[in-house]
């Protein structure tokens, strides 16, 4: 079974940093191209970014308003994905779902994780 | 940027119906297009793939339609299960883009 779990979420300063982790199992990780997703609170969803696999040198691509700021990276030995958010700001806060690209259809999110929140408040 | 613009943006319908659900693209995306499903407090769910391909699991009750520009999710025999918001989303070029949802009321 296809498991996405993400941790890392809390209340954090305008200005400061987080790190979310997702622990993946069920799939064989390094196979895939992992997506992060946010969603503000009340509001629709937001695409934040990519990260590509070893194949394909682990590439990142991100979303406007996210780039220069966070960073995703992998761990595929430890089967996990994660997201560096600096320079917080308070429309950063969202729940944040980590998912899974099919290696089907094109690429789109498969699985997604249940997600963890972010505040960015003082 | 691709802009998805979903509609309505709500609907009410009752146990039973039959409901369509329009996703409209700003440019082509040929049909990379994905629908998800969104219940109050959970994460999205996929739903359909390029355009009309069925996630695994998914009941056959929903289907979708659409290449290029226009695209319609369509959920036949409306259960209680399936009141949530729907979202589709454009996969084709960077930035990904979401529509901005389409909630599903019991009327």
């Known amino acids: 079974e296809v498991q996405l779990v993400e941790s890392g979420g809390g209340l954090v300063q305008p200005g400061g940093s987080l790190r979310l982790s997702c622990a993946a199992s069920?799939?064989?990780?390094?196979?895939?191209?992992m997506d992060w997703v946010r969603q503000a609170p009340g509001k629709g969803l937001e695409w934040v970014g990519r990260i590509r696999k070893k194949a394909n040198s682990y590439t990142t691509e991100y979303a406007a308003s996210v780039k220069g700021r966070f960073t995703i990276s992998r761990d595929d030995s430890k089967n996990s994905l994660y997201l560096q958010m600096n320079s917080l700001k308070t429309e950063d806060t969202a729940m944040y779902y980590c998912t899974r690209l099919s290696s089907a259809g094109g690429g789109y999110s498969d699985y997604w994780g249940q997600g963890t929140l972010v505040t960015v408040s003082s | 940027d691709i802009q998805m613009t979903q509609s309505p943006s709500s609907l009410s319908a009752s146990i039973g119906d039959r409901v369509t659900i329009t996703c409209r693209a700003s440019?082509?995306?040929?049909?990379?297009l994905a629908w998800f499903q969104q219940k109050p407090g959970k994460a999205p769910k996929s739903l359909i793939y390029?355009?009309?391909s069925l996630q695994t699991g998914v009941p056959s009750k929903f289907s979708g339609s659409g290449s290029g520009t226009d695209f319609t999710l369509t959920i036949n025999s409306l259960q209680p299960e399936d009141f949530a918001t729907y979202y589709c989303q454009q996969y084709t070029s960077y930035p990904l883009t979401f529509g901005g949802g389409t909630k599903v009321e019991i009327k």
């Open positions: 440019q082509g995306i040929s049909n990379y």
């Open positions: 069920g799939f064989i990780f390094s196979d895939h191209y």
């Open positions: 390029t355009a009309s």
